[in-house]
């Protein structure tokens, strides 16, 4: 046995010996690679026969190899930084795997408790668990004389219904606090011109927040438009301050929806059904929706800094809805299927878009945001805000409700009052056709319907034409040339100029100057 021992030690010494010359060999390696003294030794025996170029030479393959031996602690101290960090993301990993285990034993310990506590409800009516309560015999006496199923006495008495069966709670809360609510009609007999001065009173009056009559004009035009407004421009200039002030003069305050950079789908805004606890995760938004279709009010949803994510994400289903033609298509599916217990206007999991909420979002225009893409612009009415308003002895005036049939009532009477002149639409199709011809830029049927409805409303409002129009093509046409080749196009911006000069008169056309004349300073 002792020679097979002996054996064993010879025979193994040979492996290991030559691990041991490998290791051995790495260190050599690397102490010789950084043996100072032997590198010097190597200089002290040349150095009698260097002269001023050897010298150089030699002080340059000094910084070659000091630069070599640097990169080789760098590699090696990154490759064991690497290590480390790919073992903590290993660790931390396998630590949250256990606590997700953990996690879901606890998951399924609570659906086992509350399987026993509904098997208890369940004997306590006399039935068998998985029986309905209408298809058991005596369940009538078990609950009591009545005759009327459960369902019947849901739909006769709201506030009767087990919570555990409702899953939109906040809608539920609206039909309970709506059902005997009848539309309000607040007699209003301003007209538009009149509104906007009672809006501007009223927002300087009441919150000190001052715009000038243009800008107000622009905002209620806006509205009648589209209703997606968007109010853009450099920060602290009063964009969501004036979302709130109309919120406040309507007496319906604007739901703020702070946008978020995560926000990437619908869910955010209307909010989701969650599958585990069989709730639906309702927002403001969707009540404010939901509360908006029992009445004739007029209300407000303020997206607040819109474009800190990509506005054609999460609301992309909106644009869509909002541009059918028909009202009676403005619908949105929330859940897949319908439940008994579901809120009054929901139909087989579908809500109606109210035809009386407006949609403002704000946007900054600054390095943190995304760009806003033509097909949102196309759907919106953007509005600009870049100066401050001038303080002002307003008259006090008071909030008031609207009714929001006789709000779109004026809308709609401003329209048939003021089409554009034939004169206006032929210097429009004029224009047309030299941007399409110089810039290659066209703008479709949406747009001209949209000016047109905007235009009307901005002279019910008091304003001219040719301002509505100005204003109109410098924010919905022109904005298009940021996306050309600016440098191109410069030598063409003053011919342009001068056309605008000779359709529309030189005193008109600012809005579109101004802007053209910028865009010649950014190239």
Known sequence: MSTYIRFLFEFMSVFFSGVGLIFGGIIKGIAQMFNISQYLSVIDFYRKDFGGLEWLLVVLAVIIMIVILGLIVMIVGFAFKRYFKFRKTLVEQESMLEEIGSLNRQVATLVQEKEQILAMKVSQLGLKPGESATTSTGSSSSVGEASTTEEDTNEDNPEDVNMDNIRFSKLHAIDLEFKDYKIQNYNNTFTLQELVELFRNFAASKLRLYYTTEMIRLFISGLSATKLVILQGISGTGKTSLAYAWGKFIKNDAIIASVQPSWRDRTELFGYFNEFTKKFNETDVLKGMYLAGYTDDVYVTVLDEMNIARVEYYFAEMLSILEMPSRDEWIIELVPSAWDTDPKMLNNGKLKIPGNMWYIGTINNDDSTFAVTDKVYDRAMPIDINDKGQVFEPVDTEAMNINNSYLEGLFAEAKKNHPL???????????????????????????????????????????????????????????????????????????????LDKTFGKDHFNECKDYLNRLKKMV
């Open 421 to 499: 002149s034939s004169e206006m639409e032929q210097k429009i199709e004029e224009m047309d056709d030299y941007v399409i011809k110089h810039f290659r830029i066209a703008f479709g049927n949406r747009i001209v319907k949209q000016m047109k409805d905007f235009v009307a409303t901005y002279i019910e409002c008091g304003g001219a034409e040719v301002d509505g129009v100005d204003y109109y093509i410098a924010r919905k046409i022109l904005r298009k040339f940021e996306q050309l080749n600016l440098a191109y196009i410069r030598d063409e911006i003053d011919p342009y100029i001068e056309f």
